[in-house]
């Protein structure tokens, strides 16, 4: 009897473990003083159960200081995507950034890019996918 309710207790631990309230994925952001312009950092990890301590660890690792400082786990998710904009390329300066977790590539992509747009006030260019120009989607999501 004893092995048979220790045989149960360790399928429920290995049920709950693999559910997927679970998150996978995970972005943090980092903006010094909530001003792009003095710096921008991002991380994004998914279909990864530590994703929320190495997004934050990545984070972190930004070359200015008071940038990897300022990062915040925006968000932690399972079967979703996520999009990041910003409105500068190579040097110029970010004056605007904007990020989205949603159902779908498109939505996060459209949420992403009018958050940015609404953060630069009307200055520097406008806001396009940063990174790469992909959107990242964890699980099943497309």
């Known amino acids: 009897m004893r092995k048979y309710i220790l045989a149960m207790m360790a399928a429920c631990i290995a049920a709950a473990f693999s559910s997927s309230s679970f998150a996978e994925g995970a972005l943090a952001v980092g903006i010094p003083q909530g001003d792009p312009n003095k710096g921008f950092r991002w991380s994004i990890q998914i279909n990864d159960p530590d994703a929320s301590s190495k997004a934050m660890k990545d984070c972190r690792a930004a070359r200015n200081p ?77």
């Open 66 to 142: 008071a940038t990897g400082k300022a990062c915040i786990l925006i968000g932690t998710f399972s079967d979703q995507c996520v999009a990041v904009a910003a409105n500068a390329e190579g040097s110029d300066p970010v004056t605007g950034a904007g990020w989205a977790i949603a159902p779908d590539s498109a939505t996060a992509t459209q949420r992403a890019i009018a958050q940015c747009n609404d953060s630069r006030h009307g200055t520097g260019k406008s806001c396009q996918l940063d990174g790469d120009g992909s959107v990242l989607c964890d699980g099943s999501a497309k």
